[in-house]
């Protein structure tokens, strides 16, 4: 079965700092990954995505993300935490088989300042 | 461009009862795909359309149906309304139904079923 885990529910960071919040994931097949940010009361933005090439990928708002095959990791990343990156991080992956994404339960970032 | 948009808001229920959430995508965008969020944990798939067919279906039970209209719009129904139903109903719309595609999503319906 295809799945997602997210293995920190929090990750606190200070302002300045670079920051990870960490995506393992079980595919069969070739993985499509994809990170999302929720700020409250909010629907799901979109920061990047992994579909093949490069194993770095770079999004959104200064993230970006590093593809690792041979440990089946998509770790989100930031040289350095603003305040304002405080939010619900998901990381989510596309099952090929049954034209859906699966999705990660979250990590909450606290960037303190 | 307006980007993906949901309505109600907010809705109220009580159990047993039936509910339709509706949703538009961006202008272009042919697919549409419907998530349930219940809080703490992350986005569950319930249903992806594109040009107005059933592409996939997550594991929700029959009370779960939705359809996309010729305009691309689509509409979320669930019958008999549990408890456990309450959640932030998520709608996302993308250009076509593969997989290397960027879904976009709207803000979500918050319905409280009591």
């Known amino acids: 079965a295809q799945s997602v885990a997210q293995p920190e529910d929090q990750v606190n960071v200070a302002e300045g700092n670079p920051l990870t919040v960490k995506c393992t994931y079980s595919?069969?097949?070739?993985?499509?990954l994809f990170w999302y940010v929720q700020y409250p009361n909010r629907g799901l933005q979109f920061l990047l995505k992994?579909?093949?090439?490069?194993?770095l990928v770079k999004g959104s708002y200064g993230f970006e993300a590093e593809f690792n095959k041979s440990q089946t990791s998509f770790h989100l990343k930031k040289p350095s935490a603003l305040v304002s990156d405080s939010a619900l991080y998901f990381c989510a992956v596309y099952n090929t088989g049954g034209f859906k994404t699966i999705f990660g339960a979250g990590t909450r970032l606290f960037v303190k300042a | 461009d307006a980007g993906v948009t949901q309505s109600p808001t907010h809705l109220i229920k009580t159990r047993g009862q039936q509910v339709t959430l509706r949703c538009s995508p961006i202008s272009g965008h042919k697919s549409v795909s419907w998530y349930q969020q219940v809080l703490g944990q992350g986005p569950q798939f319930i249903f992806q359309?594109?040009?107005?067919?059933?592409?996939g279906r997550g594991n929700f039970p029959d009370r779960f149906s939705a359809r996309q209209f010729p305009n691309y719009s689509s509409e979320l129904n669930v019958n008999a309304l549990l408890l456990g139903d309450s959640a932030l109903y998520l709608c996302?719309?993308?250009?076509?139904?593969?997989?290397?595609?960027?879904?976009?999503f709207g803000p979500g319906t918050r319905l409280t079923v009591l």
């Open positions: 996302a719309s993308s250009l076509r139904d593969g997989s290397t595609d960027t879904q976009y």
């Open positions: 595919v069969s097949g070739n993985p499509y």
């Open positions: 359309y594109y040009e107005k067919e059933e592409r």
């Open positions: 992994y579909i093949t090439g490069d194993n």
